[in-house]
């Protein structure tokens, strides 16, 4: 089965900008998440979805940080504005058969000048 | 709060070398507890897998890791380490209110010398 694709795989952008990062699970995956990983550290979840419903968000800094699942399938998370500590891979994992595998994309690398 | 430490920043072995990665955990009932490898621009796969039972657990690429409940660890382990398995090795727990919301550690860089 193909696995979840990422897009972009890179993004450089200067603060203030805004930008967009998408998300195809696994078909067929209900629960999708997006994790934010800084250099150096695990990743950490901004956000799980079960379809398109909203399952967790307290991570997410909803100032700036807002992601959709509007059809239950594919994501959006989007930036606006974005501020130098965004920089960051933002990792895109949906939720397999398997209980509580989470199969993760390749990620997107977005830096912040 | 459950958290999840990984004391290894970084561990250089050579190839053929045994291999284990600590990791212990904060958490207020029995933990789900999972590894994860993340090869350089790649996402992360899993390893192996912990919910109950027997307190080895094999998983792939031929790793095994142990849940000691009294030293709240679960190691990773692997008898002979090949110059492929350099990566990223991150150990995880579910959240006790939402197991299937994982609690990163910050990882350990493992370095493989021929």
């Keep these: ?113 | 709060a459950q958290s999840v430490t990984q004391p290894d920043i970084h561990i250089t072995v050579s190839e053929g070398a045994s291999l284990e990665l600590r990791c212990n955990y904060s958490y207020g009932a029995t933990p789900y507890l999972f590894w994860y490898v993340q090869s350089p621009g790649q996402g992360l796969q899993l390893l192996l897998k912990y919910f109950s039972g027997d307190t080895l657990v094999q998983g792939i690429k031929g790793f095994e890791a142990e849940f000691k409940r009294s030293q709240s660890s679960f190691n990773l382990r692997k008898p002979s380490v090949h110059w492929s398995d350099a990566a990223e090795y991150f150990c995880a727990v579910g959240a006790l209110y939402n197991t299937d919301k994982l609690i990163f550690g910050t990882g350990t860089r493992l370095q493989v010398f021929p």
Excluded: M
Excluded at chain 1, 45 to 61: C, E, K, Y
Excluded at chain 1, 73 to 88: C, F, G, H, M, W
């Design chain 1, 1 to 113: 089965e193909a696995g979840v694709a990422q897009s972009p795989r890179y993004k450089i952008i200067e603060k203030r900008q805004s930008v967009a990062f998408w998300c195809n699970p696994i078909s067929g995956h209900a629960t999708l998440y997006w994790y934010q990983q800084i250099l150096g550290q695990g990743p950490k979840l901004l956000i799980q979805f079960q379809n398109n419903g909203v399952v967790d968000d307290s991570q997410l800094p909803k100032d700036r940080f807002s992601a959709e699942r509007l059809k239950g399938v594919d994501s959006t998370l989007k930036i606006q504005p974005a501020k130098l500590e965004d920089s960051a891979v933002y990792l895109c994992a949906s939720l397999g058969s398997s209980y509580n595998e989470q199969f993760f994309g390749p990620g997107t690398r977005l830096t912040v000048l």
